[in-house]
């Protein structure tokens, strides 16, 4: 009996941050339960240099689909209203984005391996939420991430960058 396949996208989208992170030179740490319930799904830290006070620190709400959500210049991704307000919040310990990570629908395109290579099918975006308006819809909001945002190992390194000298995203 294998796993649920939703239960795979999400562990495949853990896999995708984790690899990014790691190539980053950062450490990647699924979330508690109790963080989970509060949108925190993965946390992603730095180290402290010579010229910071504290390590960077960088809480992630990880979404993942197969779903064709692709257009000319955005991602539009249907985030829960929860998931919604709780990435919109100004006042966090931690910059909070959500990530997006895009599968192909078909399980066997997912990886690539051979003995030089082992490729992660598809990619992932992300954006920042905090100062958005309240909408008045009750299910879902409609979240337009520009494709320029990929989440990249040299865009984990500018927004650790930003947030370890005060900057916010």
């Known amino acids: 009996?294998?796993?649920?396949?939703?239960?795979?996208k999400e562990e495949f989208s853990y896999a995708y941050i984790y690899t990014i992170t790691t190539a980053a030179g950062y450490s990647f740490q699924k979330s508690s339960r109790i963080l989970d319930v509060g949108g925190i799904d993965a946390t992603i830290t730095g180290t402290v240099s010579d010229?910071?006070?504290?390590?960077?620190?960088?809480?992630?709400?990880?979404?993942s689909t197969s779903l064709s959500i692709i257009?000319?210049?955005?991602?539009?991704?249907?985030?829960?209203?929860?998931?919604?307000?709780?990435?919109?919040?100004?006042?966090?310990?931690?910059?909070?984005?959500?990530?997006?990570?895009?599968?192909?629908?078909?399980l066997q395109e997912w990886i690539k391996q051979s003995e030089t290579e082992l490729c992660l099918r598809r990619c992932a975006y992300w954006v920042s939420l905090p100062g958005q308006t309240q909408t008045q819809n009750t299910e879902t909001v409609t979240v337009y991430i520009p494709r320029e945002n990929l989440f990249t190992v040299d865009a984990?390194?500018?927004?650790?960058?930003?947030i370890q000298t005060g900057g916010t995203l």
């Open 1 to 8: 009996m294998t796993m649920d396949i939703n239960l795979q």
């Open 51 to 63: 010229d910071t006070l504290y390590e960077p620190q960088l809480d992630l709400q990880v979404k």
């Open 71 to 106: 257009s000319t210049e955005t991602i539009r991704y249907p985030l829960k209203i929860k998931n919604y307000n709780e990435l919109r919040k100004e006042r966090t310990v931690a910059p909070r984005i959500l990530v997006v990570v895009l599968i192909p629908e078909n």
């Open 156 to 162: 984990l390194k500018s927004l650790m960058q930003t």
